[in-house]
């Protein structure tokens, strides 16, 4: 597909960049929907977080890719950190610049850290799903050469011949774009002790993306770190898995001591 989705002279839209609208759009949209429901929310309090979370996400998202994927790279060509519409965004570096605007947002509005992030939790899929339906459009990320049914033929132009491989965009807008926001959505329609939504966003997502990597190839410029099928994205999710798991099993256990006193 082209990945320029309309051209206005010099004015050049790429279909990358206009699925992170989508995403903010939707993201803005939701936590509209979630501020109505929540005492400490309004839509004034959704807008202006969501503010300081798009920031994180572009921010947080190109500098950990420069760093965790193509540091080499950046170190060459420093100007190339500016060429978002190539691509290149990690969800781990975006993650952390997420988790330092709710820090920040968090203290700005006298409000709990877990308060911010269990709003933020059930928001962010809908970005997640726009991100992949993006690479998908942009030819990147593919899946490992298979012959699998479920392979699509694409044009390898390493190879400079028509490969089936697999779509793992698609695959990850699936599992970590509408079958997350389903299991956070639905876990967030009934009480849920402060933490916990936050928790299973990590945990779920890090179980999603460490399943996934088995059929993504390995980027180009790393390969694989350890043992020929350990990939970065792998790596960068094992933290997520416990520090998900660790934040469900303190919140539960804060309700029932605080249920019991």
């Not at 309309?6 to 993201?27: D, E, N």
């Not at 501020?35 to 500098?63: E, I, M, Q, T």
């Not at 043992?227 to 933290?239: A, D, E, F, K, R």
């Amino acid at each position: 597909m082209n990945p320029v989705a309309f051209a206005l002279g010099p004015i050049w839209l790429h279909w990358y960049g206009f699925m992170y609208i989508v995403g903010f759009a939707g993201g803005f949209w939701l936590a509209v929907h979630r501020a109505r429901k929540l005492p400490a929310w309004n839509r004034d309090r959704a807008s202006d977080l969501l503010f300081y979370v798009a920031v994180g996400v572009v921010l947080g998202a190109r500098l950990g890719y420069m760093f965790f994927y193509d540091f080499a790279g950046f170190m060459n060509e420093p100007w190339r950190i500016v060429k978002v519409w190539q691509g290149g965004m990690s969800f781990h570096g975006g993650l952390i610049g997420v988790i330092l605007a709710m820090f920040w947002y968090a203290r700005k509005s006298r409000l709990r850290f877990f308060q911010v992030a269990d709003f933020v939790a059930p928001i962010v899929p809908i970005g997640l799903f726009a991100g992949r339906i993006g690479n998908f459009i942009n030819g990147e990320l593919w899946g490992k050469v298979t012959d699998s049914p479920l392979g699509m033929w694409v044009f390898d132009p390493q190879l400079q011949r028509m490969v089936q491989k697999y779509p793992t965009q698609l695959l990850e807008a699936l599992l970590e774009g509408l079958v997350l926001f389903a299991i956070l959505w639905g876990y967030t329609t009934k009480s849920c002790p402060e933490g916990a939504t936050s928790g299973l966003f990590l945990l779920c997502y890090g179980i999603f993306r460490f399943c996934v990597e088995f059929f993504r190839a390995p980027d180009a410029q790393l390969g694989y770190l350890v043992w020929n099928w350990v990939t970065m994205g792998q790596l960068l999710s094992l933290p997520m898995l416990a520090i998900g798991a660790g934040f469900i099993v303190r919140a539960y256990r804060r309700d029932v001591q605080a249920s019991s006193q």
